[in-house]
């Protein structure tokens, strides 16, 4: 049977949404206790990203939870933290903090800064931005394609926050909605962007440098502490280089369909698909889990192409 006619959205069983969360089934399908928290204890050092003193934050199981947690150590309001970067201070994409946090890496926190608003003519139907979020409702800008509309405007950067569009207010958005909002504007007319961008320093080498001794630990774990929206944090091994190599594929596959990158959706859709011995399968394993996306089947099938071949590995 063709894949489009298997993908009917199903609403979530209380079973389905348990194992999203995070909990095992046994054989008889019932579901097992969630992993307890772990018993020992985690403390994670961090740094506001334009220059601080350094602090410790510990006791968190999800993004929100250690916003609040940097925020009380700055006496800041946590809706001032826009992201965090993992061992660096610099606004770098490839550095983001997810929901997995090596248990030697050091947190960069990235606070509002200076607000501005922008004006754009749409002339082509691609603006050529790739939106992600922080997972605690700030959409922002985490690619800009060389010559693209946005590309054009100089003052539009990456790492900016989407604060509205036209005037109409998109905090608490996830970031596929405010990526279907853009690319929902009419061609060859004109709107408008607020944004703020992250607070910079004014010298970056002195903060930079207290930071070091974390950079220098990169990659000598082998676990993470994994974040979750509901449900305690949980200790795991580092994933393979051919899952991590899968998961990447389709964070690129989500652009390439999508025009979003999500390093976390698309870990989500690997654990949906590594089990499943079809794309009909996957299909339908896709809709019960991220009932909330339209992919097209395209994206379908090559997305369960990466899958297989990571098996394969």
């Not at 250690?66 to 009380?72: D, E, P, S, T, V």
């Amino acid at each position: 049977m063709p894949l489009g006619l298997l993908r009917k959205k199903k609403p979530k069983s209380k079973e389905t949404s348990r194992l999203v969360e995070g909990e095992q089934a046994d054989a008889a399908g019932s579901s097992l206790p969630h992993p307890t928290v772990p018993t020992r204890r985690l403390v994670f050092h961090t740094q506001l990203a334009h220059g601080s003193a350094t602090g410790r934050v510990e006791d968190f199981s999800s993004i929100k939870e250690l916003y609040a947690k940097i925020a009380g150590v700055f006496e800041i309001s946590p809706s001032e933290i826009l992201y965090c970067t993992l061992n660096t201070p610099r606004v770098d994409m490839g550095k983001l903090l997810g929901t997995q946090i090596g248990l030697e890496d050091f947190i960069f926190a990235h606070v509002k800064g200076i607000k501005k608003e922008v004006n754009v003519y749409k002339s082509e139907d691609s603006l050529g931005l790739t939106i992600t979020d922080n997972g605690a409702g700030y959409a922002f800008i985490k690619r800009i394609k060389d010559g693209s509309v946005i590309d054009s405007v100089k003052t539009i950067c990456v790492g900016d926050h989407i604060e509205s569009i036209n005037g109409e207010n998109i905090v608490g958005w996830r970031h596929f909605d405010v990526a279907k909002k853009l690319k929902e504007l009419r061609k060859e007319e004109l709107f408008t962007l607020k944004l703020i961008e992250p607070k910079k320093a004014f010298e970056i080498e002195p903060r930079s440098k207290a930071g070091k001794s974390s950079t220098e630990k990169i990659g000598t774990g082998r676990e993470t502490l994994r974040l979750r929206s509901k449900g305690p944090a949980t200790v795991e091994e580092v994933p393979s280089e051919a899952k991590t190599k899968a998961i990447e594929k389709i964070d690129d596959l989500l652009e390439l369909y999508m025009g979003i990158r999500d390093i976390d959706l698309a870990t989500t859709m690997f654990e949906a698909g590594k089990d499943k011995g079809n794309p009909d399968e996957f299909a339908v394993a896709l809709d019960e889990t991220l009932g909330d996306f339209a992919f097209p089947d395209e994206f379908v099938f090559d997305v369960w192409g990466v899958i297989g071949d990571a098996k394969r590995e």
